[in-house]
């Protein structure tokens, strides 16, 4: 299990930007892959980005060009750089990890969630 300590969420406008982002407590980047999930109320949780050990990144169709995630290995930190913001954005956000060395694992680890609020 890895610790991970998400920040950053809050209230943003339609239109403007948030960032979020998520502290690992260890060294983990370069054998992990790292998401960012989130949960609408009254609905199920979403895949929103990935982000693998290599740096390949995946974005769910509904964030694309709008969303990026990225990540500084020397911080061990992850991060979503959300603009172009929509009120069906508003949702927590989780931060997870899943290690690649475990082959088909899912992702074990998860953040406490963070609440972003799209609303004007």
């Known amino acids: 299990q890895v610790q991970l300590v998400e920040s950053g969420g809050g209230l943003g406008q339609p239109g403007g930007s948030l960032r979020l982002s998520c502290a690992a407590d260890?060294?983990?980047?370069?054998?992990?892959?790292m998401g960012w999930y989130r949960q609408a109320p009254g609905k199920q949780r979403e895949l929103v980005a990935t982000?693998?050990?290599?740096?390949?990144?995946n974005y769910a169709d509904s964030v694309k060009g709008r969303f990026t995630i990225s990540k500084d290995n020397a911080k061990n930190t992850v991060y979503l750089q959300m603009n172009s913001l929509k009120p069906e954005d508003t949702a927590v956000y989780y931060c997870?990890?899943?290690?690649?060395?475990?082959?088909?694992?899912?992702?074990?680890?998860w953040g406490q969630g963070t609440q972003v609020t799209v609303s004007s």
């Open positions: 982000v693998t050990s290599s740096g390949d990144t």
């Open positions: 997870a990890a899943r290690d690649e060395r475990l082959k088909g694992a899912d992702f074990g680890s």
């Open positions: 260890g060294s983990i980047f370069t054998v992990f892959t």
